[in-house]
């Protein structure tokens, strides 16, 4: 059973202003509020740099080593989101993995519609080996959409032949971009986060008139076979429940070593309110304890 504090969160989520038919500029404003709402105070060394034409942050705690790297995507539906809204989760997750995390400001819908996003993120993941990082001290995660994303990068990036980092994590990964999974409709009932109607939306101003079974932009329709080790979170409440599972289902059928832990009554990256609801904290524990191990590994095997 969930802590009472989750019922805290979603009445914080219940109580935010929205404005009727709101714009872009509106719900980024919005997601800005909320992290400010949500809060946090996790120690961390920031740092903005240019990778490779990537507006990005160093996010490294305190005891997060130079050796290895974390490459995050945000989330926002590919239309919202920022390196500020995901700051403090990108300190905890350096906390708890011993990494620095690189947080990028990738291109976003509607201004720049897909594949923009990818493009970014795979010019970032190489502005990352051009550092010296070596790949197999390196992750890629990101949440929702940026899960989406995250899984979209490890392919442009397997075919084009470049090395894989050790292992990816991804958060309430969106990987179907017509909403078509079953929870989609059983779970609107309790997702106070993701509903099919702003779903659609997003995808549509994301898209921009492409094919929504598009790979890269739907990566439940790529080809996964040689994606590396795989952690997937999702809460039992989401929306996108089905999107993890029909993604996981995918992956192990190609070959890809997943983990996927669905968290009971958790709702749409949960990780987020770690500040105020223990379970954050402690999937983002859990997020450490699985790269760790991975990097661990791979620096084993060289």
């Not at 872009?24 to 060394?45: C, K, V």
């Not at 392919?155 to 990987?175: F, K, N, Q, T, Y």
């Not at 059928?253 to 904290?281: K, N, R, Y």
């Amino acid at each position: 059973m969930a802590s009472k504090d989750l019922q805290d969160v979603i009445e914080l989520l219940a109580s935010r202003d929205r404005p009727d038919n709101p714009t872009i500029e509106d719900s980024r404003t919005g997601f800005e509020q909320l992290a400010q709402q949500i809060g946090g105070n996790t120690e961390a060394d920031v740092t903005s740099v240019d990778a490779d034409g990537v507006p990005a942050e160093w996010v490294a705690a305190h005891n997060a080593s130079d050796d290895s790297a974390i490459l995050y995507l945000h989330g926002g539906g590919y239309a919202i989101g920022s390196v500020e809204t995901h700051r403090e989760l990108a300190a905890r997750i350096s906390q708890s993995t011993g990494s620095r995390v690189l947080t990028i400001d990738y291109r976003m819908a509607p201004e720049n519609p897909f594949p923009a996003a990818v493009e970014d993120a795979t010019n970032a993941y190489r502005w990352l080996l051009g550092q010296g990082v070596n790949p197999r001290q390196m992750a890629i995660a990101g949440d929702s959409a940026g899960g989406g994303l995250a899984v979209a990068t490890l392919v442009s990036l397997r075919d084009a032949g470049g090395p894989m980092p050790a292992c990816s994590v991804l958060m309430s990964p969106w990987v179907d971009m017509e909403g078509i999974g079953e929870t989609m409709a059983s779970k609107a009932g309790v997702d106070p986060m993701v509903g099919k109607e702003g779903l659609i939306a997003m995808a549509g101003l994301y898209l921009d008139g492409a094919d929504p079974r598009t790979p890269l932009a739907a990566p439940l329709y790529a080809d996964l076979t040689g994606l590396p080790p795989t952690l997937i979170h999702v809460g039992t409440w989401e929306t996108l429940l089905s999107d993890s599972t029909r993604l996981a289902e995918k992956a192990e059928s190609t070959g890809v070593d997943v983990t996927l832990e669905q968290w009971d009554e958790m709702i749409h990256v949960w990780h987020i309110f770690a500040p105020i609801l223990p379970e954050g904290q402690q999937a983002i524990d859990r997020i450490g304890e699985f790269v760790r191990q991975h990097q661990n590994v791979a620096t084993a095997a060289d």
